[in-house]
């Protein structure tokens, strides 16, 4: 009986740990493509560059959001730790990714600044994607 109790927790363990690694590697292919399709844009219009700052922000924060969404897709707890971490993670994946296709790491409070920030967003996004799925069934 006890063996079996460890072998459930063990599961739920590694079910929580595969959701957060998805949900970061979810959001980091949105934010790819996003920056991808931002940077066509920039190509064939004159935005202002006092754009370009805050549109990496939403794509950021929309690409944690989905990555939190689909991540959590089957999760019915743990929505703020789950959310946390899936933030943290793609903010640092996405400044190694990002820094290696722009030839230069730049270690500054920005850098900071982004796990901070995405680490706030995926804990909010985590609560209300928990939530939401909780609600609907």
């Known amino acids: 009986m006890k063996m079996r109790a460890k072998n459930l927790e063990e599961k739920k363990h590694n079910g929580?740990?595969?959701?957060?690694?998805?949900?970061?590697?979810i959001a980091l292919?949105?934010?790819?493509?996003?920056?991808?399709?931002?940077?066509f844009c920039l190509k064939f219009t004159s935005?202002?560059?006092?754009?370009?700052?805050?549109?990496?922000?939403?794509?950021?924060?929309?690409s944690i959001f989905l990555g939190v969404f689909f991540g959590l897709k089957k999760r019915k707890?743990?929505?703020?730790?789950?959310?946390?971490?899936?933030?943290?993670i793609y903010t640092i994946v996405a400044f190694i990714v990002f820094?290696?296709?722009n030839g230069a790491f730049?270690?500054?409070?920005?850098?900071?600044?982004?796990?901070?920030?995405?680490?706030?967003?995926?804990g909010i996004c985590g609560i209300i994607c928990v939530n939401l799925k909780k609600s609907t069934r």
Do not use: R
């Not at 935005?47 to 924060?61: A, C, E, F, M, Y």
């Not at 707890?77 to 943290?88: C, D, K, P």
């Not at 730049?106 to 995926?122: E, K, M, R």
């Open 47 to 62: 935005l202002s560059d006092k754009l370009i700052l805050p549109i990496n922000q939403v794509i950021k924060g929309l």
């Open 29 to 39: 292919c949105v934010s790819l493509i996003g920056i991808l399709i931002f940077a």
């Open 77 to 88: 707890e743990m929505g703020l730790v789950s959310g946390l971490l899936i933030g943290f």
């Open 99 to 101: 820094s290696i296709l």
């Open 106 to 122: 730049n270690f500054d409070h920005t850098l900071l600044n982004d796990i901070i920030f995405g680490a706030i967003i995926g």
């Open 16 to 25: 929580v740990f595969l959701s957060i690694v998805k949900g970061s590697l």
